[in-house]
């Protein structure tokens, strides 16, 4: 690694010193299209010649090439091709602007019908996502259409690599994932438009444009975060077109569900632009006496205070009420002992509810500096109230006979963070850079009212449950807990992307200098009469570098490959309720390494995406806990420990676009083996926990263009292997292979839509289990949604 390093940034200085630019001019230019929006990844070339490259995401490129006269191409689906005249002067600096026309009744078929996306706002990064030396993975609406898709278990599992693992509460609360092996941090890994926020509702809903998932560790661009990757929820933007959008989804178990989703120009000058997006959704469940009810109301505004600078504000208030529902617990222990049990059977009290409730608002402004710099400032504030009130059920003696206990809690969390970049083109001779520079910082502070104890509620069985016959009095909304839990980071980061012999060789070099502090602030006021007396801040703060670095080699203009290897880094908090909390009042950090390589590919004329990548991950000091009682486990007694190595290695493919101009396509597979090197409470070799070795998914969707036009039929197959769910491997609950089978029919004419989805078609009982003991979700069965949709666009 240090060879490598040393040769990489060899090669960085040396570029940096070529200054050759002799006999050569420079072309800067901007493409917009008929409403004066910029147009980004617009293919723009030198005719005749190897000079060519793309758009960013604000319309400008940047070129350099021989002096002389040329003819300038520029060509983006959907819009007809332009061609003009320049002239490149030695030694100086040219700069066009371009309009280019949308191509009758062809654009709004591109925007929703299977081109794969290009660009991923979490990169921060004005690149293609070709372009990056990193596994990503975009879903955007064409998938969302397709699959009728209004939650995001429906939408992740099209992504290699990313499972799936239960849900916190029942469906209706909030959903676990694992990522090439390790589990996402609830505080660390997932993101709106950049910004971190909790994980405690669904973050999925209608003012969401695509969904974005960057593969492996990504401190250098997030500071701590577990190495499996990133979720990112990228939302939509105000449009310069007046758009309507009415769905209405009405299906089984008494789905009803509106949505409208509008847009258009303030003003006449199309400067100060809106879009607003609320929806309702009320249903049941094929779980008995299970129900849930969410709102969104998303309203964004737009406006270009000059050409140059462009001001976005956003916010988003959500609130949603769920049925606690824990799942089954097996009356044997295992998991071939759930087949005696209803999936429709439920064991906790239809009072019991997940109450959530969140505020966020965004301002983002951009600034252009010259044609090629620009400087963004993102600031995010979000309030976040959840009050779990559940019921645990202990498991089953040889009669059904069960102890059921009762939880609840409320939780106020506050979040604020704040970025500044400055993104750039320029060149040193022949070479081309493209620069990340930047600063964040991020800050949350939370409280609880109780941690969240179990206590005896009462005795009911398995097999005649009885409801309605215990007290009924939710948590109190008070007081809370004497400490405030902290997290806050702090980082810098510098980032270019170098690129030589007509930008098909790329080198990127990035390093991040990262503080986190992590921890609880006890209030000594508060302390005296509480199980807290005597503590004292246990705050604890970590600096830590963060490089990465990657090579893509494009030796044609539709592919692309790539290595890179990069860093990440966990801050662990002292565990308050572990048994030897005291022990381990300051924690050591958690380590992460990647190595990965992969090909991207632009196939069918570039309309579908193709990547394949095989990584390796090795994750030290991971944090770990054992239970005081391994037979009989109570979930509050254990230890813990921050020490061993874990281990992940596997080849991820993705498929996204179209085969076709009638045959779209959604497909994914991974192979994932994880082991454990080293670790103090389990055995070498056992499998680490929520990593099937196995997964696969396909979608397909056809659409004739001739005869039938404006019909649809979709069909799809979605596979995860066998699993474990804890790092003690138990045989007894070793996850079972899932499968699920789904079509889709559908018809469109003059902005009117009908469709038909059908999920899970054979009525397979599928499980999961996040939560170790003998507790599993059982998932949906079949289900039945009908689409009714209604768009206009107008100029």
């Known amino acids: 690694m240090k060879i490598l390093t040393t040769l990489v940034f060899s090669l960085y200085f040396c570029a940096l010193w070529a200054q050759d630019s002799r006999n050569t001019g420079i072309l800067t230019g901007r493409i917009l299209d008929n409403n004066s929006q910029p147009l980004a990844y617009v293919t723009v070339l030198l005719k005749d010649t190897p000079y060519g490259t793309q758009t960013d995401e604000q319309g400008?490129?940047?070129?350099?090439?021989?002096?002389?006269?040329?003819?300038?191409?520029?060509?983006?689906?959907?819009?007809?091709?332009?061609?003009?005249?320049?002239?490149?002067?030695?030694?100086?600096?040219?700069?066009?602007?371009?309009?280019?026309?949308?191509?009758?009744?062809?654009?709004?078929?591109?925007?929703?019908?299977?081109?794969?996306?290009?660009?991923?706002?979490?990169t921060r990064t004005l690149l293609e996502v070709k372009d990056i030396p990193q596994a990503i993975v975009v879903i955007g609406q064409k998938t969302v259409q397709q699959q009728a898709a209004f939650d995001l278990t429906t939408l992740t599992r099209n992504i290699s690599g990313l499972n799936f693992t239960g849900n916190y509460s029942g469906a209706g609360s909030y959903q676990f994932f694992n990522a090439r092996g390790f589990d996402l941090s609830n505080s660390q890994n997932y993101r709106w438009n950049g910004m971190m926020i909790w994980n405690l509702g669904n973050n999925y809903s209608d003012n969401i444009e695509q969904v974005e998932f960057l593969k492996g560790p990504t401190s250098i661009l997030f500071g701590d975060a577990a190495p499996g990757g990133v979720l990112n929820f990228s939302t939509k933007k105000p449009l310069a077109q007046f758009y309507t959008g009415v769905d209405l989804k009405l299906g089984s178990w008494g789905l009803v569900r509106p949505a409208l989703d509008v847009s258009g120009p303030i003003n006449k000058s199309k400067t100060l632009r809106y879009r607003l997006n609320t929806s309702?959704?009320?249903?049941?469940?094929?779980?008995?006496?299970?129900?849930?009810?969410?709102?969104?109301?998303?309203?964004?505004?737009?406006?270009?205070?000059?050409?140059?600078?462009?001001?976005?504000?956003?916010?988003?208030?959500?609130?949603?009420?769920?049925?606690?529902?824990?799942?089954?617990?097996?009356?044997?222990?295992?998991?071939?002992?759930?087949?005696?049990?209803?999936?429709?059977?439920?064991?906790?009290?239809?009072?019991?509810?997940?109450?959530?409730?969140?505020?966020?608002?965004?301002?983002?402004?951009?600034?252009?500096?010259?044609?090629?710099?620009?400087?963004?400032?993102?600031?995010?504030?979000?309030?976040?109230?959840?009050?779990?009130?559940?019921?645990?059920?202990?498991?089953?003696?040889?009669?059904?006979?069960?102890?059921?206990?009762?939880?609840?809690?409320?939780?106020?969390?506050?979040?604020?963070?704040?970025?500044?970049?400055?993104?750039?083109s320029f060149y040193t001779g022949k070479i081309k850079h493209h620069v990340l520079l930047g600063m964040e910082y991020q800050r949350s502070h939370f409280r609880y009212t109780n941690e969240g104890y179990l206590d005896s509620l009462d005795m009911n069985n398995i097999y005649q449950m009885v409801y309605n016959q215990v007290p009924n009095t939710p948590p109190a909304d008070g007081p809370y807990l004497p400490f405030i839990s902290i997290i806050a980071r702090a980082g810098v980061y510098a980032q270019d992307q170098l690129m030589f012999f007509h930008e098909k060789l790329h080198l990127m070099l990035g390093l991040r200098a990262g503080l986190t502090t992590q921890g609880n602030h006890y209030i000594q006021a508060e302390l005296p009469g509480t199980n807290y007396e005597g503590y004292k801040d246990d705050l604890i703060t970590k600096k830590v570098l963060s490089?990465?670095?990657?090579?893509?080699?494009?030796?044609?203009?539709?592919?692309?490959?790539?290595?890179?290897?990069?860093?990440?880094?966990?801050?662990?908090?002292?565990?308050?309720?572990?048994?030897?909390?005291?022990?381990?009042?300051?924690?050591?950090?958690?380590?992460?390494?990647?190595?990965?390589?992969?090909?991207?590919?632009?196939?069918?004329?570039?309309?579908?995406?193709?990547?394949?990548?095989?990584?390796?991950?090795?994750?030290?000091?991971?944090?770990?806990?054992?239970?005081?009682?391994?037979?009989?486990?109570?979930?509050?007694?254990?230890?813990?420990?921050?020490?061993?190595?874990?281990?992940?290695?596997?080849?991820?493919?993705?498929?996204?676009?179209?085969?076709?101009?009638?045959?779209?396509?959604?497909?994914?597979?991974?192979?994932?083996?994880?082991?454990?090197i080293s670790d103090p409470g389990y055995p070498r070799g056992n499998r680490l926990p929520n990593a099937p070795r196995y997964t696969g998914n396909v979608w397909l969707n056809f659409e004739p263009q001739k005869h039938a036009k404006g019909f649809s039929l979709g069909a799809g197959y979605f596979y995860k292997d066998k699993f474990f769910s804890s790092l003690n491997n138990d045989p007894n609950l070793e996850v079972r292979r899932s499968q699920s089978i789904d079509v889709a029919a559908g018809y469109q004419f003059k902005g009117i839509g009908i469709q038909l989805n059908v999920t899970n078609l054979t009525n397979r009982v599928n499980y999961l289990n996040p939560w170790i003991f003998n507790l599993f979700d059982v998932q949906p069965l079949r289900r039945i949604v009908f689409t009714l949709t209604y768009k206009m666009h107008r100029v």
Do not use: C
């Open 60 to 122: 400008v490129f940047l070129l350099k090439a021989p002096s002389g006269a040329y003819l300038l191409l520029s060509r983006y689906v959907g819009y007809e091709d332009q061609s003009k005249q320049v002239t490149l002067e030695e030694g100086k600096e040219s700069r066009i602007e371009l309009l280019l026309d949308p191509i009758d009744n062809q654009l709004q078929a591109v925007q929703i019908s299977g081109i794969r996306a290009k660009t991923a706002s979490a």
């Open 280 to 424: 309702f959704q009320s249903e049941n469940s094929f779980r008995n006496q299970v129900s849930s009810r969410r709102f969104l109301l998303a309203p964004t505004l737009a406006w270009d205070i000059t050409p140059r600078m462009r001001w976005n504000l956003e916010a988003v208030l959500r609130r949603s009420t769920a049925t606690d529902d824990p799942g089954l617990v097996s009356p044997d222990g295992t998991v071939k002992g759930l087949d005696q049990l209803s999936p429709h059977l439920y064991l906790s009290e239809p009072s019991r509810k997940y109450k959530f409730g969140d505020q966020s608002y965004f301002s983002t402004l951009t600034y252009r500096l010259g044609d090629t710099w620009r400087i963004r400032n993102v600031l995010f504030y979000g309030y976040t109230q959840n009050r779990p009130w559940g019921i645990w059920p202990d498991a089953p003696d040889s009669l059904g006979n069960i102890q059921r206990n009762q939880y609840g809690y409320k939780q106020g969390l506050h979040n604020l963070s704040g970025s500044l970049d400055a993104l750039g």
């Open 547 to 676: 490089p990465r670095i990657g090579l893509v080699f494009r030796p044609v203009s539709w592919a692309s490959y790539y290595t890179s290897y990069s860093q990440g880094y966990e801050v662990n908090a002292p565990d308050l309720f572990a048994q030897n909390y005291s022990t381990f009042a300051n924690p050591p950090a958690t380590r992460s390494a990647q190595v990965e390589a992969g090909i991207k590919a632009s196939l069918v004329k570039n309309q579908l995406g193709v990547s394949i990548t095989g990584y390796q991950i090795d994750k030290r000091d991971p944090y770990g806990f054992v239970y005081l009682d391994p037979q009989n486990p109570n979930y509050d007694e254990y230890n813990v420990y921050y020490d061993g190595h874990h281990q992940s290695r596997g080849i991820e493919i993705d498929l996204d676009g179209k085969i076709s101009p009638w045959l779209s396509l959604t497909a994914g597979a991974a192979y994932t083996s994880t082991k454990v």
